[in-house]
Structures are given as structure tokens and as C-alpha cells.
């Protein structure tokens, strides 16, 4: 199994590491006709909404395995309605994709973290949280690590999900596709928060959120199927992220967090599932 994930990552994959800091280096803005911005000298790109238009941006980079870590400080007061994103994904009608998105609410009321795992095309894989702190006061970091046996979603070093390999029982997981950072800002007042009952206040307008200290220690799709990831990533190495896994001490925060701030769980839907759960909820 590991040989294998090696011989893939080889024939994709060319050496980075990218140090936190210049987001001009590894981001183009793509769309928001000119309400996305690159601020000091690019230690710092906004995004806003208006009624008009969002906003976003993408990495000039596709990753194949990597840990990616982002600062984001979001919409402050009645963001009702608003989405910021900040997800991984490829193209296609079986692309694979991770996903944090920020559910906007009524001052004063917690933001909701909605995380999904796309495998070829298909996701439903939804759990949500609320955070233990306020996510517009300060910027905090937002982390995906990706390898070939885990998806582990972190808050501030924490994780708070872990979406194993489970692929020799027949589950499906990303590791074939290489993903780009995408990131945006827009209005989904129809179902973003409680549902859609709760519309977008345009009074409130514009909003922002404010992005800095991108980090992708990853490995970068290559056509030149050059051999080797990031020096502390490495395939075959024993540290680093390529062979990190939620330790015993990561285990038991990331059951506190389920336990008191989780509040949804696909894996506890029956209703929505009345053909019967998906394979990997009755897997330890």
C-alpha cells in the first residue's frame, strides 16, 4: 500500500515548501471585479460582498498531499447569509474536494463550521461545529492535512475531524487528483443560515473577511513527474506530514470538540439516509 502511494505521488508531484507570509507569491484573485484585494505589499488580501458581487481567489498551485494552513479572520456582526469558503478541490464531474465553510449569523450569535469530503464526484459528508471562540475578533488558523491515509481538519493546531483511508473496505478517498486552494466570499441567504430563514441584511454591506499567512507545505502537481515532496513531507519519510496521524493527545481534544461544539453529524442522520448509513459511519 505504501509503495504504491509512493509510485503515485512520484509521477505527479515536484518539491515546494512554502513559507507563511507574501500571498501575491501563491494566490491570484479570480473574480469580485476588483472587491477582492492585495493590501501591504501582499501580507494581507481582503475579500467583500456586496449586493452586487463577491468575491475570490485561488492558489497558482494544484497540490497533490500537503498540510495547508491559512489565517482567516471573518465577517464581523450580522453576517447572516454569507458564506466565506476556503476549500481544496480539482475539476470535473468526479473531482474530489475538502471543504471549511463559514456559515454567517445574526450578531452575536456563532458562526457555523461546515466541513465535507467530496471522493469522485460524490460528498454528503457533512459535520458542522461551533466555534469555541469568536471567529471575528482575531484571525485564527485554518489547517487541512492531506496524506494518503487521513484528512484531518485542524482549528488552531486542533482537529476537530479525521477522514480516514478507508479504501480497502471499499470506500472511496482522494488521492489520485491533485486540488487547488480556492477561497470566496458570496451570499447564500437561501440556505446559509437556519436554513434560509434568515436573510442577508444589505444595510450591513459591504462584508469582509481578511486572509494572511497562507502556508502550503505540499507537494505541487508536476508534468515533469518529479520524484520528490516537501523536504519535511517526504514519501518514505518518518516525520512530517506525509506520515502524520491525530496522536493520542489530538485524539482526546478531538473528542472534546465533537462532544461539545460538534452539531451535525452525517453519521448520526438516519433520516436522510433510510437506505441505510454510508459505509465508513459503522467503521471505528
Known amino acids: 500500500m505504501a509503495m504504491r502511494f509512493f509510485l503515485i505521488a512520484c509521477s505527479f508531484m515536484a518539491a515546494i515548501a ?21 493590501l501591504g505589499g501582499g501580507q494581507l488580501l481582503t475579500l467583500t460582498l456586496d449586493k452586487a458581487s463577491g468575491s475570490g481567489f485561488q492558489s497558482r498551485h494544484e497540490y497533490l498531499f500537503g498540510k495547508i494552513d491559512m489565517q482567516i479572520k471573518l465577517v464581523p456582526g450580522n453576517s447572516a447569509g454569507t458564506v466565506t469558503a476556503y476549500y481544496l478541490s480539482s475539476q470535473g464531474p468526479t473531482h ?5 465553510e463559514f456559515l454567517g449569523n445574526l450578531s452575536g450569535d456563532p458562526y457555523t463550521l461546515h466541513t465535507n469530503v467530496f471522493t469522485q464526484g460524490k460528498g454528503n459528508r ?39 483511508n478507508l479504501e480497502s473496505r471499499g470506500i472511496a478517498f482522494p488521492k489520485n487528483q491533485p486540488m487547488r486552494i480556492y477561497s470566496s466570499l458570496w451570499n447564500a441567504e437561501d440556505w446559509a443560515t ?16 481578511s486572509y494572511r499567512n497562507f502556508k502550503a507545505d505540499a507537494c505541487v502537481a508536476s508534468s515533469s513527474g518529479a520524484s520528490k515532496c516537501a523536504s519535511n513531507g517526504a514519501p518514505g ?4 506530514w506525509w506520515n502524520q496521524e491525530v496522536d493520542s493527545t489530538g485524539q482526546e481534544r478531538m473528542k472534546w470538540v465533537q462532544k461539545n461544539y460538534m452539531i451535525y453529524n452525517y453519521c448520526n442522520d438516519h433520516k436522510r439516509f433510510p437506505q441505510g448509513m454510508p459505509a465508513e459511519c459503522s467503521i471505528a
Do not use: C
Open 96 to 100: 474530489d474536494e475538502i471543504d471549511f
Open 237 to 240: 519519510s518518518n516525520s512530517g
Open 194 to 209: 437556519r436554513g434560509g430563514l434568515v436573510k442577508t441584511d444589505w444595510s450591513k454591506a459591504p462584508f469582509m473577511a
Open 126 to 164: 457533512e459535520m458542522q461545529f461551533k466555534l469555541w471562540f469568536d471567529p471575528t475578533k482575531d484571525f485564527h488558523t485554518y489547517s487541512i492535512l492531506w496524506n494518503p491515509r487521513h484528512v484531518i481538519f485542524m482549528v488552531d493546531g486542533t482537529p476537530i475531524r479525521d477522514f480516514k
Open 18 to 38: 512554502s513559507a507563511a507570509g507574501n500571498l501575491q507569491r501563491d494566490l491570484d484573485i479570480t473574480w469580485g471585479d476588483g472587491r477582492a484585494k492585495m
